[in-house]
């Protein structure tokens, strides 16, 4: 069994805690701090640092989205993407799209701009309306996909009843009402 907790408190000698740490006068605070600074102007003065560009404000040409950008990140994504400056968001949504139609970067570029100018006009406004369209594009894709219409799974299109299920002919709760009356 377990000792109580009063037994392992009393067997630990009660001695006063560890004695605080004697306060640091203002004095040597400031004269710490002031070597510390020195050191540091003194090594700050030795590095050469790069030159910082100026960040400027782009916007993306398919969503929209502004993102601050360097001179050189800009026309290094303009000459990547035929003169059309993107984000990184659409520039991964072009590249999903190349996986898709064999790596033709102007075609991918190209459709998603459209499904962009696309949802920009419509999608923001009505957002419900949009989905329902997108799943309407999908259900028609489904469709010629399949050869035709979907087929029904509705019984009554097959003429009657279908043969391997259980047909319901009433409902128990009037006998099992009996029951409990009687």
Known sequence: MAPHRETLLASYPKTNPAPKPP?????????????????????????KLPSISEVEDAKCECCGLSEECTPEYVTRVRGKFSGKLICGLCSEAVKEEMEKNGGKREEALSEHMSACSSFNRFGRTHPVLYQAEAMRKILRKRSTLEGGRAKSLS????????????????????????EIDQ
């Open 23 to 47: 306060r640091l006068s203002m004095g040597s605070l400031q004269r710490t701090i002031s070597d510390i600074t020195f050191e540091l102007s003194k090594e700050a003065s030795d590095i």
């Open 155 to 178: 019984p009554k299109d097959n003429g009657g009843q279908r043969k391997g299920c259980i047909a319901r002919s009433s409902s128990c709760i009037p006998a099992i009402t009996r």
